[in-house]
């Protein structure tokens, strides 16, 4: 169309004229306008990172207009995608959780990107993805959703606490007990006031997610492949909980309660606590805003290493058209390209989604200068699924309320995964 347009474009007087205006309308009527939640769900200038990308696609692939609509926090654009599917009218992409695979194939709101695998490009390209994201990205032999901003748990750590509290400030804990004693050391009491916690780990936000840091060291998996059980009620489940609430019960190193999940950065950049578990996303910002060199390492081991990955991945709408699909197609291979993984992990500090983006020069000259950047990687090896399942949202909140019971006390560790894995086993009966 644009070619045949060029060569109208040369012809002289009322020919030149009459085709201008027959073109212009054609034009118009070629662009295909694709619609794009993306949720902001951590600190940074995510929004104008995205509004740049979309500007550059957008002069790459004049055909095509980019629409982003930040719809909040995962939970709030998870519901606003579904309402709008049910309406008829939904984006024709989204990042949303990988765990939300299962309801939105439940909901029949999404279709597989098979469909748009054609070429010998194509497949190397959906090849290129770690397999550790692929894990909540596929079932049943297909892919549903596209790596794009993924992340794990890591140790976050003040190296001037470490220093001041004669610990090795280049080396963080390796192991549950060794967390205990150097959190012990890194906490500071002025009195009956606690003026520097040893560590935080948030309950409040996403406290399945932490805790599955927790329940993966104690060698519990909490849930099958198809998404149909759930394994709260393990005793390496409940020993991970009761790891967590001594913490702050028994060793006294970790604030009483639900530690929230929105603060705990800005009490780590406040030395409010020498040591913090949260995302790798909030690695750019912590980066940016931590007045003193800190480290950042993978998870404490207990029987093992591990943590769950976590993050958003790419989803393509069913009720939008082929040729919207098709156009946003375009745009999620257009910014997974190896370069621009690596710039997105490189501005966020989410995990470059492909192995072949660590190759890229931008990216190894970024972890030749800020190590840390590798940690998450690395970390991957260790990795397992993110909790998910059929009617994913309300297992997990199943989960996350035994959580917040025991760590507030009214329930023991035992006593609240008994009663959390009764109300996911009665939410998942029917789908087995």
């Excluded at 765990?99 to 959906?126: G, N, S, Y």
Aim: proline letters at 6%; a neutral charge.
């Amino acid at each position: 169309m644009t070619r045949s347009i060029d060569r109208r474009a040369v012809l002289t007087g009322a020919a030149t004229m009459a085709a201008a205006t027959v073109a212009a309308p054609a034009l118009a009527q070629a662009r295909t306008e694709v619609s794009f939640f993306y949720p902001v769900a951590v600190g940074g200038p995510i929004t104008k990172l995205i509004d740049s990308y979309a500007a550059d696609f957008e002069k790459e692939n004049p055909s095509i207009t980019l629409k982003p609509i930040y719809s909040g926090t995962y939970q709030e654009t998870i519901v606003k995608a579904l309402t709008a599917h049910k309406s008829g009218t939904p984006p024709v992409t989204s990042v949303l959780l990988s765990t939300d695979m299962f309801t939105l194939t439940d909901e029949e709101a999404i279709v597989p990107f098979d469909d748009f695998i054609r070429t010998d490009a194509d497949k190397a390209w959906l090849k290129s993805f770690f397999p550790g994201f692929m894990e909540n990205s596929q079932t049943e032999g297909k892919t549903w959703g596209i790596p794009f901003q993924r992340s794990t748990v890591v140790l976050y750590w003040n190296k001037e606490a470490f220093k001041e509290a004669g610990l090795d400030p280049e080396k963080p804990p390796a192991t549950w007990a060794e967390q205990v004693a150097f959190a012990e050391k890194l906490t500071k009491r002025d009195g009956a006031n606690t003026t520097q916690w040893g560590l935080q780990i948030p309950a409040s936000g996403f406290p399945y997610w932490l805790f599955q840091g927790l329940t993966t060291q104690a060698g519990a998996i909490l849930m099958n492949s198809a998404g149909n059980r759930t394994a709260y009620d393990a005793p390496e489940v409940v020993e991970a909980l009761q790891y967590w609430v001594d913490l702050s019960r028994k060793h006294k190193v970790h604030p009483p309660g639900v530690v929230e999940w929105g603060t705990t950065p800005r009490d780590f950049f406040e030395r409010k606590c020498a040591m913090m578990w949260t995302t790798t996303g909030n690695l750019t910002s912590v980066r940016a805003n931590a007045k003193f060199p800190f480290g950042v390492g993978m998870l404490p081991a207990g029987k093992r290493r591990g943590s769950p990955t976590g993050g958003g991945n790419f989803y393509l709408s069913k009720k939008v058209s082929k040729a919207e699909q098709e156009a946003a197609f375009k745009f999620i291979q257009w910014i997974t390209t190896p370069e621009r993984a690596a710039k997105w992990g490189i501005d966020t500090g989410y995990v470059a989604t492909r192995k072949d983006s660590w190759d890229t020069p931008e990216m190894k000259a970024y972890v030749a200068g800020f190590p840390a950047a590798a940690v998450a990687r690395d970390q991957l090896e260790f990795a397992v699924a993110e909790l998910s399942t059929h009617e994913n949202q309300r297992v997990t909140k199943a989960l996350n309320d035994g959580l917040q019971a025991a760590l507030t006390g009214t329930k023991t560790p035992e006593a609240a995964m008994k009663d959390a894995q009764a109300e996911a086993e009665r939410i998942l009966r029917a789908y087995r």
